[in-house]
């Protein structure tokens, strides 16, 4: 690189140098960055072309401070920011490992060098076999999702199970057409909300099944004009009435429950109501999917009690019922 480039590259060199060896803790006089830039890049400077340089990053807006040395004290994210997603991405269900390492990776370099996310310290049985998907066409489905919704088309795609063997196998041999409207995450899980193409109601697909997903020419469904939908999806409303991803119209539900699990209730309900306490038990009330709450109960059921409606309570009896007989 001859003399001229050297010096237009300078100040993203002098950057580079501010990112990835300075933090509060390690700072650089004006010789450090220019031994730096001599060992890393090759180029040789002055002082007076390191403070130049410094002051025009500044004045750009990146918050250089000088103590004792120069350092990048703020940063896109903090390494406590950094340590957290790091942490979600190992525990995450919907990705193959060697995407989950290569997130990991990307996400690394967005600190110093000396960030050091201790993964080490997370048994690695706890993250590498925790249900994660194998479908390696995960971040492909999503970007696919995604421009769809931009662009107000339907998509299709292949929609599997696993079997006894452990892989993916097609639920049926003609793929599924839907409008797509959106995709949460759900229980460690990321969701296509979407209504199929020849029904008027919402559906969730899993997003780490589906493979060989293609954008369709057919203009989508918009969300409004599906019944009972006038004023379009609420994402919050929607994760807190429907459990699991059941997404059948929500019903009011009472139940009664220990008062000790009262932390339990609020992990799973954020719309719930208290009432009628006493010193062991309380009442809540909630709106929620019945087929969801049906599972959450079992779930509970040493602890909690269903009031209403009663044919959740038939529900709950009958599937306790067999589940006794089964184990009897």
Known sequence: MDAHSNKKMLILYILDILKKRTDYNHRLHQQDIIELLAARYGVTCERKAVARNINSLRDFGYDIQFSNGYYLAERDFDDSELQMLITSVLFAKNM?????????????????DYFSCNVSNVA??????????????????????DEAISSGVQVSFTYNAYGTDKALHPRRKKKYTVNP?????????????????NHDTLSSYRVD?????????????????LPGRSDGYMAPRHMAESLYMHL?????????????????????????????ETDATVEVSVTVNEDAMLYWALQYGRVVEVLSPLSLRQRIRSVAGTVYKRHG
Do not use: H
């Open 96 to 112: 193959p490992a060697s995407q989950r390492n290569q997130l990991i990776e990307k996400l690394s370099k967005l600190s110093s």
């Open 124 to 145: 690695p049985q706890a993250y590498s076999a925790a249900g994660a998907t194998e479908n390696r066409q995960l971040l492909y489905t999503i970007s696919i999702v």
């Open 181 to 197: 409207y959106q995709i949460v995450a759900a229980n460690g899980r990321f969701y296509l909300i979407c209504c199929g193409a």
């Open 209 to 225: 099944r589906i493979t060989n997903i293609a954008l369709s020419a057919t203009p989508l469904l918009p969300l409004c004009e």
């Open 248 to 276: 059948a119209d929500p019903v009011p539900v009472r139940f009664r429950i220990d008062k000790n699990n009262v932390n339990d209730v609020l992990d799973w309900f954020s719309n719930c109501e208290f009432s009628n």
